[in-house]
């Protein structure tokens, strides 16, 4: 090897070392179409799940998207929901102003205004929870409003009965009580029943 070549040989890893590398080209997968729908099928996002809800991403479809819930809700459930709010809340406003016309129109006797004054608290109380829930959008919070009414107007249903029957006497007022405490308990658990039922599979 001649002092030529030796030099060059030896100059040559400096060459290289000091010369600068060409940048490097990065692939945005962000931006590439193919590669984002790769990633979502592996991911199993985007297609329909057993409920028939779209998913935009793995977090909704882990935690649940209630957004598309609007689309399915049954038929008259925000009139039904907005007629209970406004009968409670009637109900509750005569039971704080006028407790004791309240009870003799019902059971056709006397009694203390406390009684009926606490009542009409506990139904202005659950009046606000079905104002709540006509106004929302979520699956869950519906269910536990219209649940909420069913176990109320079903304790309300038993005690009355019982009272009445300790009572020996049965008013037309209380029977209307009663009447409606049925019908509403009826049409409450059926469009509580919807909501729970969970979509056919295709």
Not at 14 to 36: C, E, F, I, N
Not at 65 to 93: C, D, H, M, Q, Y
Not at 109 to 131: D, E, F, K, P, V
Request: some cysteine; hydrophobic content about 45%.
């Amino acid at each position: 090897m001649s002092e030529v070549e030796r030099s060059v040989y030896l100059f040559f890893p400096y060459v290289m070392a000091s010369k600068p590398h060409a940048p490097l080209m990065k692939k945005h997968s962000q931006t590439d179409l193919v590669s984002r729908l790769k990633t979502r099928k592996i991911l199993g996002v985007g297609g329909e799940d057993d409920d028939g809800e779209v998913h935009r991403s793995k977090i909704s479809q882990m935690l649940g998207n209630e957004i598309k819930f609007a689309v399915r809700e049954p038929t008259g459930l925000r009139l039904w929901i907005f007629i209970s709010a406004v009968l409670f809340t009637a109900t509750a406003l005569v039971a704080l102003a006028f407790p004791s016309q309240l009870y003799e129109i019902v059971f056709e006797l006397a009694t203390t205004r406390i009684s009926i004054r606490l009542y009409g608290g506990a139904l202005l109380s659950i009046s606000l929870i079905l104002w709540n829930g006509l106004y929302t959008a979520e699956k869950v919070i519906i269910q536990w409003t219209l649940l909420t009414e069913a176990c109320y107007l079903g304790v309300q249903f038993l005690v009355t009965s019982v009272s009445l029957l300790e009572m020996g006497t049965l008013s037309n007022g209380a029977a209307l009580l009663l009447l409606s405490d049925a019908v509403f308990l009826l049409i409450t658990l059926s469009y509580y029943g919807q909501l729970s039922r969970r979509p056919k599979k295709i």
